[in-house]
């Protein structure tokens, strides 16, 4: 017989990325921080290879971040509104989780194992910071395919890359509810 959990179902059911943009002070400290990625870090793991790792940003790291983000859009010849909002999305953030993911060899699990198992971390930790009370939400952009930025930025390996930038702190406006997909045109059931 199974064992319900009414609290966390809802939760589920309920849940609501809150914009980035629109997340203020106060932001998670240190101590909030290692409890979400404790969270995270729960996500099923073919083989236990552990396929990617945190790189929490704040203050300063931020700030880097933005003007490197300013200075490749330029050199990419990006449009400038597309470099601005990607160039704000961290000088205005307060506390960024970034996931990595960080495919290992393994004879046994695939590299899209280990790729989908780091996605789960992001929804993982974008849920762990929601359930913490933290307004939150998974980001990725065009920084996080760029070669340079990787390496310059934040000092990833040749394999690695951004799975997801997870912003959190104090939601101001909570969101309206957008439409949800019909899981009855979704959904195909096969019982032969």
């Not at 704000?88 to 198992?117: C, D, M, R």
């Not at 913490?132 to 040749?158: H, I, Q, V, Y």
Request: aromatic share 6%; with cysteine.
């Amino acid at each position: 017989m199974t064992t319900p959990n009414p609290a966390a179902l809802d939760f589920l059911l309920t849940r609501r990325s809150r914009p980035a943009k629109t997340l203020i002070a106060p932001y998670p400290d240190k101590a909030a921080l290692r409890i979400i990625l404790q969270a995270a870090a729960r996500t099923p793991d073919h083989g236990k290879l552990e396929p990617w790792r945190f790189i929490v940003l704040e203050g300063d790291a931020l700030l880097r971040l933005a003007e490197l983000t300013a200075l490749r859009g330029a050199e990419l010849g990006l449009a400038p509104e597309k470099i601005e909002k990607a160039r704000s999305g961290f000088a205005n953030a307060g506390a960024v989780v970034t996931v990595v993911a960080s495919p290992v060899e393994s004879p046994k699990v695939p590299e899209i194992e280990q790729i989908l198992s780091a996605g789960a971390v992001c929804l993982a930790a974008l849920n762990a910071g929601l359930a913490s009370g933290w307004g939150a939400n998974w980001l990725t952009g065009w920084m996080a395919m760029d070669r340079p930025f990787l390496e310059k930025g934040l000092g990833l390996a040749p394999q690695e890359f951004v799975a997801g930038f997870i912003h959190l702190g104090t939601e101001r406006a909570t969101p309206p509810e957008r439409p949800r997909p019909d899981i009855d045109a979704k959904t195909e059931w096969l019982t032969a």
